[in-house]
Protein backbone atom coordinates (compact mmCIF):
# COMPACT_ATOMS: atom_id res chain seq x y z
CA UNK A 1 0.00 0.00 0.00
CA UNK A 2 1.34 3.50 -0.99
CA UNK A 3 1.74 5.88 1.44
CA UNK A 4 -1.21 7.97 1.16
CA UNK A 5 -3.29 6.96 -1.56
CA UNK A 6 -3.75 10.84 -1.71
CA UNK A 7 -3.18 11.55 -5.29
CA UNK A 8 -5.40 14.91 -5.54
CA UNK A 9 -2.90 18.02 -5.43
CA UNK A 10 -3.95 20.37 -2.77
CA UNK A 11 -3.64 24.30 -3.39
CA UNK A 12 -2.40 26.69 -0.88
CA UNK A 13 -3.63 30.44 -1.86
CA UNK A 14 -2.26 33.45 0.16
CA UNK A 15 -5.03 34.73 2.45
CA UNK A 16 -5.67 38.45 2.98
CA UNK A 17 -4.52 40.26 5.83
CA UNK A 18 -4.38 43.77 6.62
CA UNK A 19 -4.48 44.29 2.59
CA UNK A 20 -6.60 47.97 0.95
CA UNK A 21 -9.08 46.80 -1.76
CA UNK A 22 -8.74 44.91 -4.10
CA UNK A 23 -6.63 42.61 -2.49
CA UNK A 24 -3.40 44.35 -2.51
CA UNK A 25 -1.79 42.81 0.55
CA UNK A 26 -1.77 39.35 0.10
CA UNK A 27 0.43 37.61 2.27
CA UNK A 28 1.59 34.22 0.44
CA UNK A 29 0.88 30.81 2.27
CA UNK A 30 4.06 28.19 2.04
CA UNK A 31 3.03 24.74 0.97
CA UNK A 32 4.35 22.46 2.71
CA UNK A 33 6.57 21.49 0.40
CA UNK A 34 8.54 24.85 0.86
CA UNK A 35 6.50 26.48 -1.76
CA UNK A 36 5.20 29.65 -1.83
CA UNK A 37 2.30 31.50 -3.45
CA UNK A 38 -0.94 32.28 -4.78
CA UNK A 39 -0.35 29.35 -7.13
CA UNK A 40 1.49 27.11 -5.42
CA UNK A 41 0.86 23.19 -5.74
CA UNK A 42 2.40 20.41 -3.73
CA UNK A 43 1.32 16.50 -3.55
CA UNK A 44 1.94 13.81 -1.20
CA UNK A 45 4.58 12.08 -2.07
CA UNK A 46 3.29 8.70 -2.80
CA UNK A 47 4.86 5.32 -4.22
CA UNK A 48 2.36 2.30 -5.57
CA UNK A 49 2.45 -0.91 -7.66
CA UNK A 50 -0.77 -1.06 -9.81
CA UNK A 51 -2.67 -3.07 -13.00
CA UNK A 52 -0.85 -5.78 -10.61
CA UNK A 53 -1.19 -9.46 -12.42
CA UNK A 54 -0.72 -12.88 -11.08
CA UNK A 55 2.08 -14.89 -13.36
CA UNK A 56 2.51 -18.10 -11.61
CA UNK A 57 4.46 -19.41 -8.55
CA UNK A 58 7.96 -20.78 -8.60
CA UNK A 59 10.17 -22.18 -6.02
CA UNK A 60 13.14 -20.63 -4.65
CA UNK A 61 15.48 -23.98 -3.32
CA UNK A 62 17.19 -23.63 -0.09
CA UNK A 63 19.74 -26.17 -0.77
CA UNK A 64 20.04 -28.67 -3.71
CA UNK A 65 17.88 -30.91 -5.12
CA UNK A 66 17.59 -34.44 -3.35
CA UNK A 67 16.77 -37.64 -5.38
CA UNK A 68 16.21 -41.24 -4.58
CA UNK A 69 16.23 -43.89 -7.22
CA UNK A 70 13.46 -46.78 -6.97
CA UNK A 71 15.35 -50.22 -7.69
CA UNK A 72 12.51 -52.01 -6.98
CA UNK A 73 9.94 -54.04 -8.69
CA UNK A 74 7.00 -52.27 -6.37
CA UNK A 75 5.84 -48.78 -6.06
CA UNK A 76 8.45 -46.86 -3.19
CA UNK A 77 8.02 -43.83 -0.96
CA UNK A 78 11.05 -41.93 -0.32
CA UNK A 79 11.41 -39.61 3.12
CA UNK A 80 12.63 -36.27 2.38
CA UNK A 81 14.45 -34.08 4.87
CA UNK A 82 15.28 -30.69 4.88
CA UNK A 83 19.08 -30.15 4.46
CA UNK A 84 19.45 -26.70 5.26
CA UNK A 85 17.65 -23.57 6.39
CA UNK A 86 17.99 -20.19 4.26
CA UNK A 87 16.15 -17.32 4.26
CA UNK A 88 14.39 -15.89 0.80
CA UNK A 89 13.63 -12.23 0.05
CA UNK A 90 11.83 -10.68 -2.58
CA UNK A 91 13.04 -9.80 -5.82
CA UNK A 92 11.98 -6.54 -7.87
CA UNK A 93 12.52 -5.87 -11.76
CA UNK A 94 12.01 -2.29 -12.71
CA UNK A 95 13.71 0.31 -14.46
CA UNK A 96 12.63 2.64 -11.47
CA UNK A 97 14.33 2.07 -8.02
CA UNK A 98 10.99 0.82 -6.44
CA UNK A 99 10.06 -0.07 -2.43
CA UNK A 100 9.82 -3.60 -1.68
CA UNK A 101 7.18 -3.06 1.40
CA UNK A 102 5.69 -1.23 -0.92
CA UNK A 103 5.16 -4.23 -4.29
CA UNK A 104 4.73 -6.61 -1.62
CA UNK A 105 1.68 -5.21 0.17
CA UNK A 106 0.37 -3.87 -3.23
CA UNK A 107 0.90 -7.24 -4.56
CA UNK A 108 -0.51 -8.85 -1.28
CA UNK A 109 -3.64 -6.81 -1.30
CA UNK A 110 -4.38 -7.38 -5.39
CA UNK A 111 -4.10 -10.72 -4.98
CA UNK A 112 -5.47 -11.85 -2.04
CA UNK A 113 -2.43 -13.52 -0.83
CA UNK A 114 -0.07 -13.79 2.37
CA UNK A 115 3.41 -12.86 0.77
CA UNK A 116 5.89 -11.61 2.79
CA UNK A 117 9.18 -9.29 1.86
CA UNK A 118 11.45 -12.28 3.78
CA UNK A 119 10.64 -15.98 4.61
CA UNK A 120 12.62 -18.04 6.50
CA UNK A 121 12.41 -22.10 5.46
CA UNK A 122 14.29 -23.82 8.47
CA UNK A 123 15.53 -27.67 9.24
CA UNK A 124 13.01 -30.01 10.41
CA UNK A 125 10.71 -30.06 7.62
CA UNK A 126 10.52 -33.37 5.65
CA UNK A 127 7.86 -34.69 3.24
CA UNK A 128 7.35 -37.90 0.98
CA UNK A 129 7.17 -39.08 -2.38
CA UNK A 130 5.89 -42.56 -3.63
CA UNK A 131 7.74 -43.61 -7.23
CA UNK A 132 7.20 -46.31 -9.27
CA UNK A 133 9.56 -48.95 -10.20
CA UNK A 134 12.59 -47.93 -12.37
CA UNK A 135 11.52 -43.71 -11.50
CA UNK A 136 13.23 -42.12 -9.78
CA UNK A 137 11.56 -39.54 -6.75
CA UNK A 138 13.02 -35.52 -6.55
CA UNK A 139 12.14 -32.86 -3.74
CA UNK A 140 13.30 -29.18 -3.64
CA UNK A 141 12.71 -27.61 -0.20
CA UNK A 142 12.65 -23.71 -0.03
CA UNK A 143 9.99 -20.68 -0.62
CA UNK A 144 7.48 -20.47 -3.01
CA UNK A 145 7.13 -17.31 -4.36
CA UNK A 146 4.61 -15.23 -6.20
CA UNK A 147 5.30 -13.85 -9.35
CA UNK A 148 3.20 -10.76 -10.29
CA UNK A 149 3.27 -7.80 -13.01
CA UNK A 150 2.36 -4.40 -12.72
CA UNK A 151 3.93 -0.95 -12.97
CA UNK A 152 5.08 0.97 -10.50
CA UNK A 153 4.23 4.72 -10.06
CA UNK A 154 5.80 7.32 -8.21
CA UNK A 155 4.17 10.73 -7.50
CA UNK A 156 6.28 13.25 -5.83
CA UNK A 157 5.60 16.39 -3.51
CA UNK A 158 6.06 18.62 -6.77
CA UNK A 159 3.13 16.70 -8.39
CA UNK A 160 5.65 15.07 -11.13
CA UNK A 161 5.15 10.97 -11.80
CA UNK A 162 7.19 8.42 -13.06
CA UNK A 163 6.08 4.73 -13.61
CA UNK A 164 7.46 1.76 -15.07
CA UNK A 165 6.92 -1.78 -15.64
CA UNK A 166 8.02 -3.99 -12.86
CA UNK A 167 7.64 -7.32 -12.30
CA UNK A 168 8.20 -8.47 -8.58
CA UNK A 169 8.98 -12.40 -7.21
CA UNK A 170 7.38 -12.26 -3.49
CA UNK A 171 8.12 -14.90 -0.93
CA UNK A 172 4.73 -16.56 -0.44
CA UNK A 173 5.42 -20.20 1.79
CA UNK A 174 7.73 -22.52 2.82
CA UNK A 175 7.35 -25.91 1.26
CA UNK A 176 8.91 -28.61 -0.96
CA UNK A 177 8.49 -29.15 -4.78
CA UNK A 178 7.95 -32.91 -5.37
CA UNK A 179 8.07 -35.00 -8.97
CA UNK A 180 9.14 -38.13 -10.34
CA UNK A 181 10.51 -39.05 -13.76
Known amino acids: MGVGRDRLAEQTVGMGFGGGPGGEGLDPVASPSGKAGPDSTFCHYD???SSVSNQGKT????????????GTGSDATSTFSAQVSGTVTASISSSLSADANTV????????????????????????????????????????????????????????STSSA??????PWYVGWQTWTS
Open 104 to 159: VADASMTMGASLSVSLTASLGNSTTVTAKPGQTAYAIYGVWRLRTYGTYNIQREDC
Open 47 to 49: EWY
Open 165 to 170: ALTAWS
Open 59 to 70: MQAVGATQADYN
